[in-house]
């Protein structure tokens, strides 16, 4: 039996940039999206921030290498269930 590599783990980067992109974009365009009105959570601030300023370069990358690595994930998976 051949080992193969597993594509999971560009799949979990690409879907975890794609997530960055998407609470950054909405961030930049609603800025009180997340936020509660009567408490302050220093740690949502921090992460909508973190969002806010990298999300171009996240959905750049992340968007396509996403996409990428789950179609080739899903191809490999035909190749060995036709194989067999």
Same mark, same amino acid.
């Given at each position: 039996?051949? !080992? &193969?590599? !597993?594509? +999971?783990?560009? /799949? ?7 997530? /960055? $992109?998407?609470?950054?974009? /909405?961030? !930049?365009?609603?800025?009180?999206? $997340?936020?509660?009105? &009567?408490? *302050?959570? *220093?740690?949502?601030? +921090? $992460?909508?921030?973190?969002?806010r300023n990298w999300y171009i370069p996240?959905? /750049?990358?992340?968007?396509?290498? $996403?996409?990428? !690595?789950? %179609?080739?994930? %899903? &191809? &490999? ?8």
């Amino acid at each position: 039996m051949k !080992s &193969r590599k !597993s594509g +999971a783990v560009t /799949i979990f980067i690409g879907a975890l940039l794609t997530v /960055i $992109f998407v609470v950054g974009l /909405i961030c !930049s365009k609603n800025p009180g999206a $997340f936020l509660s009105p &009567r408490r *302050y959570d *220093y740690t949502l601030e +921090a $992460f909508c921030t973190f969002c806010r300023n990298w999300y171009i370069p996240a959905g /750049i990358i992340g968007i396509p290498m $996403f996409l990428i !690595s789950l %179609l080739l994930d %899903l &191809r &490999r998976d035909a190749k060995e269930k036709s194989g067999s």
